[in-house]
């Protein structure tokens, strides 16, 4: 549909009386409030975009009787035998797209102008990224601002970000080593202020204290991870939208101290690999033995194995067995370390460099984190066209990056532990 040179394409115009249904549908899935129940207001941008569509429409001359945005409904499951039936739901927006309506010329206008003017003096920031990330930053960049080297953003999380623009606007501060100590306020300001002089003297600081936690926890110890797929759209029975499900896992086990064993699962058949992802740590880990179960970010484990304990809850009970014994390193590393080099970030990737900077995940080729690892997966298990050359080399990139991360844990634990640099196993699949 094309009305006073603007032009809009619509997902779907579906007849409904004199008139047609606007329907536009998105990736995202059901906007829903906190109770995770109620219908929460759609996203900015998506109410523009289906406004601009039915100022066009009806332009053009077709009559619209409502219009609504398409979304995956994040409550469905899909029960299998194809039957997508309420995979999506229609959240009808016809009275937020008629007070918005009016705006579409002022936005015709300002993009007009410009297009036709020079490029705009603006430097990089979030703009970039909000909504979506612009294709232009590298391009855009190269105009900045020369940037402080230890800029005041460094400082990590959600309530640093915010520090750090507060400071910015009301301080004028532009670099992490300008506001003073007793500046750096909140519930982590001993980390911030940590950070800053760690920045200042350019050494790492290590608090002392974590050997001692470590120490006290009993063997055997197992070093895991999981990776994941989370598809827009199920194929496996009682999967939810965008519903992380593990098809890999690494475990490198200390069964007594500097002796270790590995172990790890792959499932690249394209069936659902929760049945015999669960069976193949049942033989790994025991779940009576008490070993902790050391992993980077606890969240993303713990949702992976409250995920199996609802969709298979004859597992539910061992679930909740490795649940009780996991042991985040992330936390543990945020307490007691800090390098210059990881630039206010706590990542494993930034972590593993500056302790084991043998170990780059810059030079694991194709598979390096993961996105990397669910695009891998999707070729090699899903994707038709990929052949089996192809899906045997894909196979062994997965294996060797998972493997990577959980060795990248028993470094992170030695170093924390004052140990020294463990010596790594013979890997046997």
Known sequence: MVYVNLY??????????????????KASSFPLKGDKVTPDN????????????????????????RVELNYLNNLWRYPGNDDYSGLFVQLDVSELVEVRKPQVPVWIQEAVTVLSGDMPVITTGKQCNDPYDCSFQSYCRQFDPPAPEHPIELLPDAAGKNLAKKLRETKGYVSILEPAPAELTGARAELYRRIQLAHKTGQAIVVP??????????YPRYFFDFEGIDLPVPRWAGVRPYEQIPFQWSCHIERRPGVFEHAEFLDLSGDDPSLSCIQRMLEVIDPDDGGPIFVYFVTYEKGRLEGFAIRHP??????QKYIARLVDLLPLVREFYYHPEMR??????????VIAPDLDYGELDEVQEGTGAQVAYLLAALDPKTTAKRKADLEAKLRTYCRQDTWAMVEVAYFLGQLGRPLRPREIT
Do not use: N
């Open 8 to 25: 809009a394409r619509a997902d779907a115009l579906i007849p409904e009386g004199a008139g047609y249904v606007l329907r536009e549908t």
């Open 42 to 65: 759609p996203k900015e941008h998506h109410l523009q975009d289906v406004t601009i569509q039915t100022w066009v429409m009806e332009g053009s001359g077709i009559p619209k009787t």
């Open 209 to 218: 204290g974590c050997s001692a936690r470590l120490a006290a926890l009993p």
């Open 314 to 319: 004859e597992h539910a009970e061992l679930m």
């Open 344 to 353: 206010g970030s706590f990542s494993i990737k930034k972590v593993l460099p």
